[in-house]
């Protein structure tokens, strides 16, 4: 998978972990994809690193999505707790 279907991956999965945590976040619909796109490849890179299951190279793979909405999610609860709701 190249890098651009890791952004895409990224975008979806940001989308995702957003349904998954309702609620206003400080970065708005920005903030969250662009958290999303880093959670992506911090969950790929946890997955093979760490947990000794890399990552497959096909978009459509099941690993490849739990690894990045689970990325999406750390960052964006990890988000929320250092930033908090800014909105106020």
């Known amino acids: 998978m190249g890098i651009v279907s890791w952004i895409i991956l990224g975008l979806l999965s940001g989308a ?52 990045a909405v689970g990325g999406a999610l750390v960052l964006l609860i990890g988000y929320r707790i250092v930033f908090g709701d800014s909105r106020r």
């Open 16 to 67: 995702i972990a957003k349904i998954v945590l309702p609620g206003r976040d400080p970065g708005g619909l920005v903030g969250t994809t662009l958290i999303g796109v880093a959670g992506a490849f911090l969950g790929g890179w946890i997955s093979a690193h760490f947990l000794h299951r890399s990552v497959a190279h096909h978009f459509y793979d099941l690993k490849t999505w739990v690894a």
